[in-house]
Nanobody, 131 residues
Framework: VQVVESGGGLVQAGGSLRLSCTAS????????IGWFRQAPGKEREGVSC????????YYADSVKGRFIISRDKAQNTAYLQLNSLTPEDTAIYYC?????????????????????????WGQGTQVSVSS
């Protein structure tokens, strides 16, 4: 199983990015998907999630109204649309997935669910926002 994020980059404040997440070996609708981020010197925090085979989603207060999580079944890809970016959004963004049908992830508590319950993680993609 390989989880791969892409779409990060450098953008000015107020700009937008779309992050993508693919998970080889899984159908995108059959996995719970969490997006986490880690800024320098800070703990990894949950940003958003969508539940396996369900429409339940979660957004951290800091991104609510600006970020949108989605799945494209045809592309077998999950996305996190980042809008109205601020320098405080600068971080490495990680996609995490879990296929366990007996595990109710997203939302938690806490947030998108405990980090340790997401079994597969990507390597992360850097998002940098300049002021």
């Amino acid at each position: 199983v390989q989880v791969v994020e892409s779409g990060g980059g450098l953008v000015q404040a107020g700009g937008s990015l779309r992050l993508s997440c693919t998970a080889s070996g899984f159908t995108i609708d059959d996995i719970s998907i969490g997006w986490f981020r880690q800024a320098p010197g800070k703990e990894r925090e949950g940003v958003s999630c969508v539940r396996r085979r369900h429409d339940s989603t979660y957004y951290a207060d800091s991104v609510k109204g600006r970020f949108i999580i989605s799945r494209d079944k045809a592309q077998n890809t999950a996305y996190l649309q980042l809008n109205s970016l601020t320098p405080e959004d600068t971080a490495i963004y990680y996609c995490a997935v879990d296929p366990d049908p007996l595990l109710i992830l997203c939302p938690g508590p806490p947030g998108p669910g405990k980090r340790e319950l997401y079994y597969y993680w990507g390597q992360g993609t850097q998002v940098s926002v300049s002021s």
